[in-house]
């Protein structure tokens, strides 16, 4: 991928997407970061001019769950179709990096969370080692986009709830194993799912964690709600693809209902949604934005190594056999009705899915309809969702030791930004005409 990196760029008659409005107007990048907008700035000489000719200017997308894309697996390393296997040798695995994060650059994604599945400690311990070296060494420049490292199967405890995920591989809530995974990916685990019910140890484990700035999750839980607020209590903050997982619902008021109802009554909670339609109806979507506020909503793509490859249809994945739709639209755990295996979703496949829902009169399960936004309202909606909210949630909105803050356009915040034409393509599909990582224009 080429990329250039000049002083100072000026985009001109874009429509920007702030936190709050769209305004008419330019935006300079300096350096690596978001110099001034305005509705009208004049260029200096040398500065390289880019005409938006009206297209919308966005910050870059964060996706906090995902694992890999483009035949690479964050937890496994490259897909061999022929052997059905998964080579994890040094060089592979970091050029698989370099793969997935070019390909969600590509679709909007300008922060990624390298996302685990439930596997033998050892295996995790090597893929953290090479993230690590992948972040100190940067190889392609392009080290700035992945955030960090989401641990997501390893403390699932209920194999009834194991979704994807193989329970062979499911540990005891341990501060020791924790200490150690986090070790070797030297300090980039941002966020651990520890469903509630593991008792003390995951409320220790959950107390450890907060204490030191690792979000603490909950998902693939069969947790009640009483234990459910107990973590909260002790910190947990973020639910786990909410709807899926699965989860425990609990209708009667016997322990406070389940999971599900904890999550979507506690303020503290952030909601994972993956919205590519299929994981979640886009009615329950809609009321999980109206009932959390936009504030607490969090989209992901839970994007699969399947992600971005057009030849494979069937699969294996830590044990677990996984086949494509027929329409190509999803995955599935084989032979079974409908559990789904992660998502083939995109970024920006999300994004243009949430502005289509979002801008029409729909309506919902619960809340009976939901009035459409106008275009602008929904763009200030849907850029809080997809980049303010989980910047927020991994304090990725301050200052890093590694750079500025980033998940909006503010003065000072790191130049991540998307120029964006939101007239319907032959596909249907908005697109991504210009994408800047940290002030380079990756194209
Ligand atoms: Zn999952």
Not at 300 to 312: H, K, P, Q, R, V
């Amino acid at each position: 991928m080429e990329t250039t990196l000049v002083e100072s760029t000026l985009i001109q008659n874009g429509f920007l997407v702030l936190p709050d409005r769209v305004i008419k107007g330019d935006l300079r990048l300096s350096g690596k970061r978001i110099q001034e907008f305005n509705t009208q700035l004049s260029p200096m000489a040398d500065e390289r001019i880019l005409d938006a000719g009206g297209a919308y200017i966005l910050p870059g997308f964060i996706d906090i769950h995902n694992h890999g894309a483009v035949g690479f697996d964050f937890t496994l390393g490259a897909y061999d179709q022929e052997k059905d296997w998964f080579n994890k040798d040094d060089t592979v695995y970091l050029e698989g990096i370099t793969r997935a994060l070019e390909y969600f650059l590509k679709q909007g994604a300008t922060r990624i969370l390298a996302t685990t599945l439930a596997a033998p400690p050892t295996d995790l311990i090597q893929a953290f080692h090479l993230l690590n070296d992948y972040l100190g060494t940067d190889p392609a420049g392009l080290a700035i986009a992945l955030a960090g490292i989401n641990l997501e199967g390893t403390f699932i405890k209920d194999a009834a709830f194991a979704g994807a995920q193989n329970p062979e591989y499911f540990q005891s809530a341990s501060a020791r194993l924790f200490d150690r995974l986090q070790d070797a990916s030297g300090g980039n685990i941002r966020i651990v799912n520890i469903p509630p019910e593991h008792g003390i140890p995951g409320l220790e484990l959950t107390s450890h964690l907060s204490g030191q700035g690792v979000i603490v999750a909950g998902g693939h839980s069969g947790a009640y709600g009483t234990a459910t607020h107990q973590a909260i209590d002790k910190g947990l903050r973020l639910a786990v693809h909410y709807f899926n997982g699965p989860n425990r619902q609990s209708y009667k008021s016997f322990s406070h209902n389940g999971a599900m109802e904890a999550f979507l009554v506690r303020d503290e909670v952030s909601l994972e949604l993956i919205v590519d339609g299929f994981h979640v109806d886009p009615a329950y979507v809609l009321d999980a934005i109206q009932r959390k506020g936009i504030d607490r909503i969090i989209p992901i793509t839970d994007s699969l190594f399947i992600n971005g490859s057009d030849t494979i249809n069937a699969f294996s994945l830590a044990g677990i056999p996984g086949q494509v739709s027929a329409d190509k639209q999803y995955l599935k755990v084989a032979g079974q009705m409908d559990t789904l295996f992660g998502s083939i979703l995109t970024p920006l496949k999300g994004f243009t899915n949430l502005l289509d829902w979002m801008t029409h009169d729909r309506n919902g399960i619960w809340i009976k309809t939901h009035s459409g936004h106008s275009k602008h309202e929904a763009l200030v909606m849907i850029s809080r969702m997809m980049s303010g909210n989980p910047a927020r949630l991994l304090g990725l909105d301050k200052d890093q030791s590694t750079g500025a803050a980033t998940g909006m356009i503010a003065q000072g915040y790191s130049a991540d930004i998307l120029v964006m034409d939101l007239t319907q393509s032959d596909q249907g599909m908005p697109s991504i005409r210009h994408c800047f990582l940290a002030g380079k224009m990756i194209y």
